[in-house]
């Protein structure tokens, strides 16, 4: 068994026994491993924290404590890099007699570079080249920044692939992505900008894995500690985990269980509420003793379709009735023969409705038809076959007396939209005002709205 597979082996007992201390040491290096996995990987200000990760200790190239303080300062001070920066290349050979070091065989493997102490190698004047381009940065002078730094890029030739990784290096991609930006060349300060990133994400792994690496040495030497105990132990573990899971299945078979019967209550209560949601709906909506509408359903509902008639030009007719003799049935039978009378009347007409009719409820022995789509003729139609069926029906089946069947019947008043005002309350008054004229001529009489109407105006002009 070789060392990956062994680790998850002792992992996974590990986990088994619950061992508290190993168990804190591991939650420990995950942690970490997790905080190296989001080192920022896009902005170039993000650079300086990276740097302070471990990174390779071997660089082809010296670079001198001037060049790399230097290089820090110009972020915060272009100013006093510059002047420091004249006053270094004085101490030093000038830029354009710069006899540059290459790398060699030897360089990779660490070896010191040849030459004397105030030349500058490729390195440091790769560095220099940044430098200078952020002075120019600061003082808006951007095509003179990009020349700097493709000067650098010419550079990289010669530098090994190890060192241009470095955060320090890598900037030049994020400083040419900004000058070009502030060029208006936004198709070179892309490709800088994902040439940027690409190289730090590259740098980022190599640190990453090294770090992974040392905690991943760290927990070898960890688990060989522990080795000899988890090992003794196994058997146990095993035993323990099947029980567990044994455990947990009946928990969860339990669980079910409670949940369906959870649902099917739910359920159940749900479909009560909602028949008794539609119970209470039927009766805010029908009169009790009759079933039919009642006044503020008719109210509502009648509006409506009032409105609806008269956007629409078409007919529309309202019927009102009385019961004659109730308030005689009510003091010589009592209440509840009356109730019993208005709940037949109103069986009764119900049947000789249309299904779009509006029948409703008032008061005590009031009630009201609308008739949408019917005119006045076909309105006073309904009215004959309903004071009919009423008059002729037989009320002994009631258990009342056979002389008092014969006195039940209907005053009714008819109103036609065109004969009143075409709101409805005005429609509501004046089936009214003809029902109260029908029941002042006697019993099972109809009275027409428009001949009130006629007969008022003949007696105004014979007046």
């Known amino acids: 068994m070789d060392k990956r597979q062994a680790k998850f082996q002792l992992e996974y007992n590990v986990k088994c026994v619950l061992n508290v201390n190993f168990a804190f040491k591991l939650f420990v290096m995950l942690l970490l491993t997790g905080l190296i996995a989001?080192?920022?990987q896009t902005t170039a200000e993000q650079v300086n924290d990276v740097e302070d990760v471990t990174h390779p200790s071997i660089t082809p190239y010296p670079i001198t404590v001037a060049i790399e303080q230097l290089s820090t300062l110009v972020t915060a001070d272009p100013q006093q890099?510059?002047?420091?920066?004249?006053?270094?290349k004085l101490a030093t050979t000038t830029l354009a007699g710069t006899h540059f070091v290459k790398p060699t065989l030897s360089d990779n493997k660490g070896s010191a570079h040849k030459g004397s102490a105030n030349k500058i190698n490729t390195a440091e004047q790769y560095l220099l080249y940044l430098i200078e381009a952020q002075i120019k940065q600061f003082y808006q002078q951007h095509s003179q920044a990009i020349s700097l730094l493709n000067?650098?890029?010419?550079?990289?030739?010669?530098?090994?692939?190890?060192?241009?990784?470095?955060?320090?290096?890598?900037?030049?991609?994020a400083l040419l992505a900004k000058s070009y930006v502030a060029v208006a060349d936004f198709e070179q300060a892309y490709q800088a900008k994902k040439r940027y990133i690409e190289k730090f994400a590259r740098y980022s792994d190599e640190v990453k894995e090294e770090k992974i690496a040392l905690l991943t040495q760290e927990y070898e030497i960890a688990n060989k500690v522990e080795a000899n105990t988890l090992l003794s132990q196994q058997n146990e573990v095993k035993t323990f985990a099947l029980a567990k899971v044994k455990k947990e299945q009946h928990h969860q078979q339990l669980l079910f269980l409670l949940i369906t019967i959870g649902v099917f209550i739910f359920v159940v209560l749900f479909l009560r509420q909602l028949s008794m949601a539609k119970k209470l709906l039927l009766l805010s909506?029908?009169?009790?003793?009759?079933?039919?509408?009642?006044?503020?359903?008719?109210?509502?509902?009648g509006k409506v379709l009032l409105e609806q008639m008269v956007i629409e030009q078409k007919e529309l007719?309202?019927?009102m009735f009385t019961v004659d003799c109730f308030h005689d049935i009510n003091n010589d039978y009592g209440h509840a023969v009356g109730d019993k009378v208005l709940s037949k009347v109103g069986h009764l007409v119900a049947e000789t409705m249309r299904a779009r009719d509006l029948f409703a409820r008032l008061d005590q022995d009031n009630f009201v038809i609308m008739l949408p789509d019917t005119d006045i003729h076909k309105a006073k139609a309904i009215a004959v076959r309903v004071m009919e069926k009423i008059s002729r029906y037989d009320f002994t089946e009631l258990e009342l007396e056979l002389e008092l069947s014969q006195d039940i019947s209907l005053s009714l008043g008819v109103v036609n939209i065109k004969d009143a005002s075409a709101n409805f309350d005005g429609l509501i008054h004046a089936a009214d005002l003809a029902r109260y004229h029908a029941k002042r001529q006697g019993n099972n009489q109809m009275m027409n709205y428009a001949t009130i109407n006629e007969k008022q105006e003949r007696r105004a002009n014979s007046k």
């Open 317 to 319: 007719s309202l019927m």
């Open 285 to 301: 909506r029908t009169d009790r003793l009759t079933g039919i509408i009642n006044r503020a359903t008719f109210f509502v509902e």
């Open 151 to 173: 000067q650098a890029k010419k550079l990289e030739t010669t530098i090994t692939e190890q060192q241009l990784n470095a955060p320090v290096f890598i900037n030049l991609y």
């Open 38 to 40: 989001f080192v920022p």
């Open 81 to 88: 890099t510059e002047q420091l920066l004249v006053t270094f």
